[in-house]
T-cell receptor, first 115, second 115 residues
Framework: AQSVTQLDSQVPVFEEAPVELRCNYSSSVSVYLFWYVQYPNQGLQLLLKYLSGSTLVESINGFEAEFNKSQTSFHLRKPSVHISDTAEYFCAVSDYSSNTGKLIFGQGTTLQVKP | DAGVTQSPTHLIKTRGQQVTLRCSPKSGHDTVSWYQQALGQGPQFIFQYYEEEERQRGNFPDRFSGHQFPNYSSELNVNALLLGDSALYLC????WGQGSYQPQHFGDGTRLSIL
């Protein structure tokens, strides 16, 4: 069985400050890792993903995440946040060998960017 | 290029009633998955449909059922509604055979409220 733990339910931060949203996972099999973002009254949008190769993955809007296999973590970071980054962030895993792509999500972290 | 579309956007029902939610996948996708997102929680996998058959199911009772049509669109049916069924129901589409390698695309969801 797989599980995802997001260690912080809420992260308040001032604009232009750095931020880290923490994610740990548990799995007996190899997994793919994802970060999704959810803005109010909207569905989920893929932010970035780790499938293989370099353990550091980046998104087009300045977020990055690093896969750490030994610590089973996939923390999300941004060096300088904007007001528009205020949203709910979900870490998710998917079984590497699954044909279905079923996602297991964490509980979510609310990022609150203050002016 | 149309993304995943869901209808209705909002729905209010009373306990014991039945409800049907609808989803049209992203153009070119043939697989539909349904997730339930309770308030303050991460999405939970309900089931997935491909070739008009249920391919995988999460830990949800038989009150939750689904259907997929030849045009790949899908319905989620919930019978004997309970207060605990109040949630945002998300539909995600993907291409079968890609497995976990390709991310699922999500719709904006249907907000179901049970009174």
């Amino acid at each position: 069985a797989q599980s995802v733990t997001q260690l912080d339910s809420q992260v308040p931060v001032f604009e232009e400050a750095p931020v880290e949203l923490r994610c740990n996972y548990s799995s007996s099999v190899s997994v793919y890792l994802f970060w999704y973002v959810q803005y109010p009254n909207q569905g989920l949008q893929l932010l970035l993903k780790y499938l293989s190769g370099s353990t550091l993955v980046e998104s087009i809007n300045g977020f990055e995440a690093e896969f750490n296999k030994s610590q089973t973590s996939f923390h999300l970071r941004k060096p300088s946040v904007h007001i528009s980054d205020t949203a709910e962030y979900f870490c998710a895993v998917s079984d590497y060998s699954s044909n279905t792509g079923k996602l297991i999500f964490g509980q979510g972290t609310t990022l609150q960017v203050k002016p | 290029d149309a993304g995943v579309t869901q209808s209705p956007t909002h729905l209010i029902k009373t306990r014991g009633q039945q409800v049907t939610l609808r989803c049209s996948p992203k153009s070119g996708h043939d697989t539909v998955s349904w997730y339930q997102q309770a308030l303050g929680q991460g999405p939970q996998f309900i089931f997935q449909y491909y070739e008009e058959e249920e391919r995988q199911r999460g830990n949800f009772p038989d009150r939750f059922s689904g259907h997929q049509f030849p045009n790949y669109s899908s319905e989620l049916n919930v019978n004997a509604l309970l207060l605990g069924d109040s949630a945002l129901y998300l539909c995600a589409s993907s291409l079968w055979g890609q497995g976990s390698y390709q991310p699922q695309h999500f719709g904006d969801g249907t907000r179901l409220s049970i009174l």
